[in-house]
């Protein structure tokens, strides 16, 4: 999938595809909206788009790196969901831990946070300094339905995308 089989945001399309071609992508991004929207998809495009061999503004879907994160299987995109309700502060430590390694063979780290509304307090706290100082080669999305269930201090710290609803 590339931007262009994702349907509606256009205008959120549009501010992801100039950061890209710039290669000026925010290290720390916010993606929000209703459910169905989109967000993952759109998530994993841009780790697509930024680990691309043959684009740099877009996911060309037929180069090694596209086809392995499609599959699930590129070392370099880590995706975490919540577990038993909740993202837990052992996956934001494994995060951490991976976010200061150099990409395997990807030229990004991506990794993507879903449901980030349920992270409790302490796991929210842990990625602040990721957050904060980010190395350039790593990059994190988090996706969330609320983003008002947030900690301030984390949305404070990231580029903030507002998803709106697909027409008919």
């Known amino acids: 999938m590339a ?3 994702i349907l509606g945001n256009n205008r959120v399309k549009n501010i992801l595809k100039k950061a890209l071609k710039r290669d000026r992508c925010p290290n720390s991004l916010l993606f929000f909206g209703s459910e169905g929207v989109g ?4 998530a994993l495009v841009v780790a ?5 061999f043959q684009m740099n503004d877009d996911a060309c879907e037929v180069c090694e790196s596209c086809r392995a994160i499609n599959n699930g299987r590129f070392p370099d995109v880590m ?16 995060l951490k831990h991976a976010a200061y390694l150099k990409p395997m063979v990807g030229r990004k780290r991506i990794f993507i946070i879903e449901e980030a509304e349920k992270m ?12 904060e100082e980010p190395p350039l080669f790593s990059h994190i999305i988090l ?6 269930l947030l900690l301030p201090t984390l949305k404070s710290r990231c580029q903030v995308l507002s ?6």
Do not use: G, H, W
């Open 143 to 148: 996706i969330t339905k609320n983003p008002y």
């Open 48 to 52: 697509k788009a930024m680990n691309c």
């Open 39 to 42: 967000k993952k998809d759109m």
């Open 163 to 168: 998803f709106s609803p697909i027409s008919r």
């Open 79 to 94: 995706v975490f969901s919540a577990l038993k309700e909740t993202v837990k502060i052992d996956q934001m430590r494994q």
């Open 120 to 131: 409790k307090e302490e796991a929210s706290n842990s990625l602040l300094k990721v957050l």
């Open 3 to 5: 931007f262009k089989d």
